[in-house]
């Protein structure tokens, strides 16, 4: 089974087109919460991100608060 990750908007489309061109399953943010999770808080999209990627390493996200998270 290919890995599976959840991208917010920050890599860009052009990543996920080439991680997909490497049989790669892409979700990207757009394609599952309105606005680009605009009006998300971090920890829904984050939670939703971690609950769909299979084959990573630990996420780690940014918000917009400026706190650094990792989950395992």
Do not use: K, Y
């Amino acid at each position: 089974m290919p890995p599976e990750f959840f991208l917010d908007r920050n890599p860009g489309r052009r990543l996920a087109e080439e991680l997909r061109a490497l049989g790669w399953r892409v979700h990207r943010i757009g394609q599952v919460f309105p606005a680009d999770a605009q009006d998300v808080p971090d920890e829904e999209w984050i939670i939703h991100g971690l609950a769909v990627a299979r084959g990573g390493p630990a996420a780690c996200a940014v918000r917009s608060d400026g706190l650094d998270r990792t989950w395992p």
